[in-house]
T-cell receptor, first 115, second 113 residues
Framework: DTGVSQDPRHKITKRGQNVTFRCDPI?????LYWYRQTLGQGPEFLTY????????KSRLLSDRFSAERPKGSFSTLEIQRTEQGDSAMYLC?????????????FGPGTRLLVL | AQSVTQLGSHVSVSEGALVLLRCNYS??????LFWYVQYPNQGLQLLLK??????LVKGINGFEAEFKKSETSFHLTKPSAHMSDAAEYFC???????????FGDGTTLTVKP
């Protein structure tokens, strides 16, 4: 069990550019979640997958945001035409199928700065 | 709808003193509640969780929390603070149907020598 990994850990981009983040969950975890965390606040839910199916999306996820999990393993989160307001920490978490309440295990996050 | 309120964005205690971090929740269904800790530039680490079994939940690093339905609270405590406990703490309520957790805004714990 190597934990949830995220890549890159840091990203600086200019406004208007597209960025893509990757999340590798703990192996055999069927659920994968994306959250966004801005300074001084708790994580805010963006979306989650069960296997390859995207089951829930937050209203925070505007048309410029898209997430995929094509083979039910790793996931990508893409932000198109970035804006300064997108600057935040993007957290990924995964959980296993066992048990009624699935504990989410978080990755280290990707910190995005849009200039 | 679910929500979490963490009372006190900053808490400061002396080393060896009691730690008390407050969390109140709102949930339309029986809640599943979590406390996480976050160190600078890192992800969230699970401290403990309440899943409708025992109301007093013990977690890692000497932390525990008590679920009080009548008060809609899930406060986090530790009898004796260590310097290494300095971090940000988040309370969260989980919605199993929607598959998401709703987090409070966090409490920054400072431990003074």
């Amino acid at each position: 069990d190597t934990g949830v990994s995220q890549d890159p850990r840091h990203k600086i981009t200019k406004r208007g550019q597209n960025v893509t983040f990757r999340c590798d969950p703990i192996s055999e975890h069927n659920r994968l979640y994306w959250y966004r965390q801005t300074l001084g606040q708790g994580p805010e839910f963006l979306t989650y997958f069960q296997n390859e199916a995207q089951l829930e999306k937050s209203r925070l996820l505007s048309d410029r945001f898209s997430a995929e999990r094509p083979k039910g393993s790793f996931s990508t989160l893409e932000i198109q035409r970035t804006e300064q307001g997108d600057s935040a920490m993007y957290l990924c978490a995964s959980s296993s199928p066992s048990g009624m309440v699935q504990t989410q295990y978080f990755g280290p996050g990707t910190r995005l700065l849009v200039l | 709808a679910q929500s979490v309120t963490q009372l006190g964005s900053h808490v400061s205690v002396s080393e060896g003193a009691l730690v008390l971090l407050r969390c109140n929740y709102s949930s339309s269904v029986p809640p599943y509640l979590f406390w996480y800790v976050q160190y600078p530039n890192q992800g969230l680490q699970l401290l403990l969780k309440y899943t409708s079994a025992a109301t007093l939940v013990k977690g890692i690093n000497g932390f525990e929390a008590e679920f009080k339905k009548s008060e809609t609270s899930f406060h986090l405590t530790k009898p004796s603070a260590h310097m290494s406990d300095a971090a940000e703490y988040f309370c969260a309520v989980h919605n199993t149907n929607a598959g998401k957790s709703t987090f409070g805004d966090g409490t920054t714990l400072t431990v003074k020598p």
